[in-house]
């Protein structure tokens, strides 16, 4: 990378310039939600002093208790996103259904979904969380819009990205070229290009499932672990690493920087075959930014971007990561099916 500084909003510019696939609401849009992110960026940073951390005393859709944070990453995404023209509705893990941009202002062309807080575990013990975005074009030119507009398979994307709130704060973004990464400069309060074309080893030696589910897990998951447990001296003819940090982001980020493969499978306890992350506002977005990388993802089975939704929250079964890795997880349940 040169010593020139880029800009997010540079980056974009340039990138409308002289490639055409960035039309200006696009751009508006990736701009209000890097802005809104670096709003929660500041609540994540005041923790305890800013009084935004512990649960808020509420349930999201899927029953899961919300965090204060939560739902004051959620208010933000909202507020930002709702007046500037570039969007038709907006979806969230922490709304029951979804939010259509009010009647006072223009309605555009592009529909948002967001885990405004992924890892909410993690935000009471100081450990990186982050939002989770995905863009969908509205397809329909109709006024109205409703949940069935948004049930795109997930190559539909016009643009994913995250921001990882940890010792750094990064937006990591595709629009279908590729992989940015922009690191916040405090001072400046600018998102600042600092890593692109960003490639994900296709082979690795490091891997990421919550192993306390072990006993719950299928046939062709506990042989790929077995075998990766087995090291040197088992099939495999070396030895592995393991991380699970418990928010997505983290480990996907990690696996963006030095490769790896994250896993978090259906198991034994979930009747519907789905795991526990949400199709389409984690495992799209972060399955379009691990292709734009040259990885792979899977639910196991199929890519997980071909797939048809079927409803906001449907949960899916998550593969991700080093393409060779991914290769053989997917063999593994396919030759047992
Ligand atoms: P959240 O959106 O409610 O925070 O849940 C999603 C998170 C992911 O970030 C992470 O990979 C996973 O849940 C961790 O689950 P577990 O606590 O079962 O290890
Ligand atoms: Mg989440």
């Known amino acids: 990378m040169s010593s020139k500084r880029i800009s997010l909003t540079q980056y974009l510019v340039e990138q409308q310039r002289e490639h055409g696939h960035i039309p200006g609401q696009l751009r508006l849009l ?3 939600v890097a802005r809104a992110c ?3 960026a500041i609540q994540v940073n005041k923790g305890e002093l800013g009084d935004v951390l512990g649960t808020a005393g509420s349930e999201n859709v899927q029953g899961e208790v919300q965090k204060k944070l939560d739902i004051i990453a959620n ?10 023209g570039h969007l038709a509705a907006m979806g969230s893990e922490e709304m029951d259904s979804i939010h259509v941009v009010p009647n006072r202002y223009p309605q555009g062309e592009y529909l948002l979904l967001f885990d405004p807080l992924d890892g909410s575990s993690n935000i009471d013990v100081n450990v990186s969380i982050g939002t989770i975005f995905s863009v969908l ?3 329909n030119n109709q006024r109205g819009i409703s949940e069935e507009d948004f049930l795109q398979p997930g190559k539909q994307q016009a643009a994913a990205g995250y921001c990882i709130y940890g010792p750094q704060t990064t937006l990591v973004l595709t629009v279908g070229d590729g992989v940015a990464m922009f690191t916040l400069d405090r001072e400046q309060g600018s998102w600042v290009l600092t890593q692109e074309n960003v490639q994900i080893p296709a082979d690795t030696k490091e891997f990421a499932i919550n192993m306390s589910n072990m006993r719950h897990w299928d046939a062709p ?3 790929y672990i077995d075998e990766c447990l087995a090291g040197k001296e088992g099939p495999r003819g070396k030895d592995f690493n393991m991380r699970w940090i418990a928010s997505m982001v983290a480990d996907v980020h990690r696996i963006l920087t030095r490769g790896g ?5 259906w198991d034994k306890r979930e009747p519907e075959k789905a795991g526990k992350l949400r199709l389409m506002y984690e495992a799209n977005p972060m399955g379009f930014l691990v292709e734009q990388a040259g990885g792979m993802v899977t639910n196991g089975r199929q890519r997980i971007l071909d797939l048809q939704p079927t409803k906001l ?3 899916v079964a998550v593969v991700l990561g080093s393409k060779n890795e991914v290769e053989r997880v997917t063999c593994y349940h396919l030759e047992a099916d």
């Open 38 to 40: 670096k709003r929660i």
């Open 75 to 84: 208010e933000v995404l909202i507020e930002a996103n709702e007046w500037g």
């Open 30 to 32: 990736i701009e209000v």
């Open 137 to 139: 074009r509205k397809v």
């Open 221 to 223: 998951v506990k042989r």
């Open 261 to 265: 493969i994250f896993m978090y499978p």
């Open 313 to 315: 929250h449907e949960r």
